[in-house]
């Protein structure tokens, strides 16, 4: 069964560090992308970047770059998402997701992790 | 990047048809045949409905389909029924080699 599978909850205070991690099994993690989105309280989906985990190449949304890193280690089979100094507003539901196809000519995320939930308070 | 544009609640009776609406810029779903939508149950992780604008994911029922024109993209849903009740959103892949999400849309089945 292909599958991703997340971290679990965080509680932290502002200013802390923080990485949560997806890890991949049932399918060649190395051969597709993993996606990360951001759902706040009560709100919608917002997505935050994307790794290719082969060649650890990164795309951020504008809203995300340089606040957050999205890494990979395709050995283990483990995406990342960290913080180096969290914010309340930080706050939310993350999730990861692998893209269905890396070639170009489709597009979609197929598979998703259930969620890691980030609390930062002080 | 801005959110694409979905109505927030849409309704309907079980049995009858909806459809969702999903409007974007030249820039995302003018350009790209990538849009996509999901479901999404209360604290349930997204499930993928369509893909390729018009695609169905194996396992998927053909009462969900998918079309655009031009900027926008639409989501029908035939047949409704209760367990259709859920939160739905679009997404499209961008020229500014991103991604972006629509602002959900609740569908109530009365």
């Known amino acids: 069964e292909m599958q991703l599978v997340q971290s679990g909850a965080e509680v932290k205070k502002p200013g802390e560090s923080l990485r949560i991690s997806c890890e991949g099994s049932?399918?060649?993690?190395?051969?597709?992308?993993i996606t990360w989105v951001r759902q706040m309280p009560g709100k919608g989906l917002e997505w935050v970047g994307r790794?290719?985990?082969?060649?650890?190449?990164?795309n951020y949304s504008p809203s995300f770059q340089g606040h957050v890193t999205i890494s990979a280690d395709k050995s283990i089979s483990t995406a990342y998402l960290q913080w180096t100094s969290l914010k309340a507003s930080d706050t939310a539901m993350y999730y990861c997701?692998?893209?269905?196809?890396?070639?170009?000519?489709?597009?979609?995320?197929?598979?998703w992790g259930q969620g890691t939930p980030v609390t930062v308070s002080s | 990047q801005s959110a694409l544009t979905q109505p927030a609640s849409v309704s309907g009776s079980p049995g009858q048809s909806i459809t969702i609406s999903c409007t974007g810029t030249r820039s995302d779903i003018g350009l790209y045949n990538f849009v996509s939508w999901f479901q999404q149950h209360p604290d349930k992780a997204p499930k993928l409905l369509i893909y390729d604008v018009t695609k169905r994911p194996s396992g998927i029922s053909a009462r969900f389909s998918g079309s655009k024109s031009g900027n926008t993209a639409s989501l029908t849903i035939s047949g409704l029924q209760a367990e259709d009740e859920a939160d739905y959103y679009c997404s499209s892949y961008t020229n500014s080699v991103t991604w972006v999400f629509g602002g959900g849309t609740k569908l109530t089945v009365l």
């Open positions: 790794i290719d985990p082969g060649d650890s190449y990164t």
């Open positions: 049932g399918y060649s993690f190395s051969s597709y992308y």
């Open positions: 997701a692998r893209h269905l196809d890396n070639t170009g000519y489709h597009d979609g995320f197929d598979i």
